[in-house]
């Protein structure tokens, strides 16, 4: 059975190695889960799950395993309070001691709580209730030094209640998205290269130049290495956006709040890109998408969010805006195709789930843009892409 | 069973309250040798714990910060070349004994001293993505051989060995293999009240009661640049007890914006949201 948890970590795709299950016996040998599921839940995953967004599955897992299991109920905080206090160790007389060593652990275990049922007050000295000093085996000065402390450092709450609980469900990198995850994401999104002062020691040239020197000391300096990402975000607002109004704004709150890039810039725009782009949500205050083309290098990492679905003319016709006053004599395919061209990394974040990507417009702009969806799998694919050459 | 204080060793100190599962990541950390790597939000006490933990066990604490440019030899020793050269020119020093130019790193001084020490790598993410890699060998055999004295430096004691990290990049996972992990959670409230507490012994329950109120009302709020963290809400905790508010004025408002909100934009966008206004959220958008 016990094996069967490495096997059942891997089918909820917690990634554990032989090397680690290894320790984890290691450490069960020598005791260190201390007869306690608490203890032994906390050692597992310190041992075999070593990333925070695999807690939540470690926990499905562990239920599924060691559901049925029987824990001791929990020791309550104020009897561990009273053993702290030890009065005077009572010796054993050898009957008694040897009438302790026949009550094996599962026993003393069993009693121990009988007696915690039974027991209403805090107790020193006699032989049978939990308390100090006494010649029960339970408590603090006993026979078992340091008392039967059955998982009270757990805090009320036994293995399984914890990972019932799943406190962790929002780490998981494949269901769900929050500004975090999007950082960590965005943080790999770097072009490292030398800028700035000249304030670090290039010791190779140093000693080449000291040598051409005959000895005589010339140190040289050189930039250190600073992120040179600059980040082009460009956001589709409104209509059928709406439904994705909370994950787009943590998108954008990572992106602004990490404070990393050389540059960032931001823009709205609605279902298609045409001659504007817009500086607010409610598309106000506009500047010409021409001068974007224009005015921005063309190493600027562009990330555009949208769900890519509009009527097919919007997309290829020329006036085809949704937006009378918008007047567009250019059709919108062309205006992303110039910024395809214009700008080397570009791509396409969709919120909608993959399988609706169908749509004649959807598959049009992928064949401009390499597309990926709105989680965290598809951030991380997405900023690869934007790192390597296209 | 019952924990024996030898794996017991680790029990929080008097300022630091550790969480069970905390306490038991350090332990089983110490009693197998391992290092001990910990994650969590800025904030939750990631470095502080390597200082309770050489303050708990009376242990010297060796900090090793890393940054960007950070080398894994940085940690083993370093090579004074240029003085060396220096040397070879004016000094008047015997430039054949290279033993004298090389200088132990922390790892390397954590390995020879005397005792066992607690030794911090600190934000091992800021470093290159090789780096963890290139310390595999080091943090496994505790040792290392220094080419140009031809010495093997030996760990006397292995030290007990803390990594925090903030995940700004993934660790490789040979390196992940060899740690024992722990993600430090954002204290809950119940936590957080004792923390508070073991600051601030005397505060008034009703206060209290109120700023952790207030405190996890903000810390909801997705939209901050920088969400306020222990730390910051400690002192506040100071500047209210500091100021004499009563816990009325703090149901009603929040005094000392300041203290807890650190970006400028952050407070704007806060008192935006709170005025009520519709729109707060497109005015916060628009203002960049």
Not at chain 1, 16 to 40: C, H, K, P, R
Not at chain 1, 331 to 337: C, M
Not at chain 2, 57 to 70: A, F, G, R
Not at chain 2, 133 to 141: G, M, V
């Amino acid at each position: 059975m016990f094996t069967s948890f490495f096997y059942i970590l891997k089918k909820y795709k917690v990634p554990v190695s032989i090397t680690e299950w290894m320790a984890l016996i290691g450490a069960l040998n020598q005791g260190y889960a201390w007869s306690n599921l608490t203890d032994f839940y906390f050692l597992a995953r310190s041992l075999l799950v070593k990333s925070e967004t695999f807690y939540d599955q470690y926990d499905l897992a562990f239920q599924e395993v060691f559901k049925g299991i029987e824990t001791p109920s929990e020791i309550r905080d104020e009897v561990l309070e009273w053993l702290k206090n030890p009065l005077n160790q009572l010796p054993f007389s050898p009957e008694e001691l040897a009438k302790i060593q026949q009550m094996d652990a599962e026993e003393i275990l069993r009693l121990f709580e009988e007696r915690l049922r039974e027991q209403r007050e805090a107790h020193h000295g006699g032989n049978k209730w939990i308390g100090t000093g006494g010649t029960s085996p339970f408590g603090h000065s006993g026979y078992h030094p340091g008392g039967i402390r059955v998982g009270g450092e757990s805090r009320y709450r036994s293995a399984i209640k914890i990972a019932a609980e799943r406190r962790f469900k929002n780490y998981r990198s494949d269901l769900t998205l929050d500004v975090r995850q999007i950082k960590v994401a965005l943080k790999k999104l770097r072009h490292l290269s030398r800028i700035g002062p000249e304030d670090e020691l290039d010791l190779e040239n140093t000693v080449d130049k000291t040598c051409k020197n005959a000895g005589d000391l010339e140190l040289v300096w050189m930039r250190s290495r600073q992120n040179a990402a600059k980040l082009l975000l460009l956001m589709d607002v409104g209509g059928s956006m709406d439904l994705h109004i909370t994950v787009c704004s943590r998108l954008f709150s990572a992106a602004h709040s990490t404070t990393h890039f050389k540059a960032l810039q931001y823009y709205y725009f609605h279902n298609c890109i045409y001659d504007k782009l817009y500086k607010d949500v409610e598309r106000w205050d506009s500047i010409a998408t021409s001068s974007l083309l224009h005015t921005l290098p063309s190493d600027y990492k562009v990330i555009i969010v949208g769900d890519a679905s509009m009527a097919t003319s919007e997309l290829i016709a020329r006036y085809g805006s949704i937006h009378y006053h918008d007047q567009n004599e250019t059709p919108g395919i062309e205006w992303l195709k110039r910024l395809s061209d214009h700008f080397t990394h570009c791509v396409w974040i969709n919120p909608d789930t993959p399988s609706y990507w169908k749509h004649p417009t959807v598959s049009a702009i992928k064949h401009l843009f390499p597309m990926f969806a709105l989680t965290v799998e598809g951030i991380e694919q997405a900023i690869q892409k934007l790192v390597v050459k296209h | 069973m019952v924990k024996t204080p030898e794996f017991n060793k680790f029990v929080g100190t008097n300022k630091y309250i550790v969480s069970p599962a905390l306490q038991n990541a350090v332990n089983v950390a110490i009693a197998l040798g391992r290092p001990l790597l910990v994650k969590g939000e800025p904030g939750t006490g990631k470095t502080l714990l390597a200082h309770n933990i050489a303050l708990g066990l009376n242990k010297k604490l060796i900090v090793w910060n890393i940054k960007s440019t950070t080398k894994a030899r940085d940690g083993l020793y370093f090579y004074d070349t240029v003085q060396r050269l220096n040397d070879a020119r004016f000094g008047d020093r015997d430039i054949s004994d290279i033993q004298q130019y090389i200088k132990l790193g922390k790892l390397g001084e954590s390995f020879i001293a005397p005792e066992q020490e607690v030794l911090l790598i600190d934000e091992v993410d800021k470093a290159d993505i090789e780096f963890p890699n290139d310390l595999l060998n080091e943090l496994d055999d505790m040792s290392f051989y220094i080419p140009e004295t031809r010495k093997t430096i030996t760990a006397q004691h292995r030290p007990i060995v803390i990594i925090t990290s903030n995940s700004e990049k993934e660790l490789p996972d040979a390196f992940l293999r060899r740690c024992v992990f722990h993600y430090i959670e954002f204290p809950d409230s119940e936590m957080m009240e004792q923390i508070a507490r073991v600051h601030f012994p005397n505060i008034e329950k009703n206060l209290l009661k109120e700023v952790l109120k207030q405190f996890y009302f903000l810390r909801q709020i997705d939209e901050f640049r920088k969400k306020p963290s222990t730390s910051e809400l400690l002192d506040w905790v100071q500047a209210l007890i500091a100021g004499g508010l009563s816990p009325g004025k703090v149901e009603k408002e929040i005094p000392f914006l300041g203290v807890l909100l650190k970006k400028e934009a952050d407070v704007e966008y806060f008192q935006a949201r709170s005025s009520g206004t519709q729109g707060a959220r497109f005015k916060f958008y628009k203002q960049y």
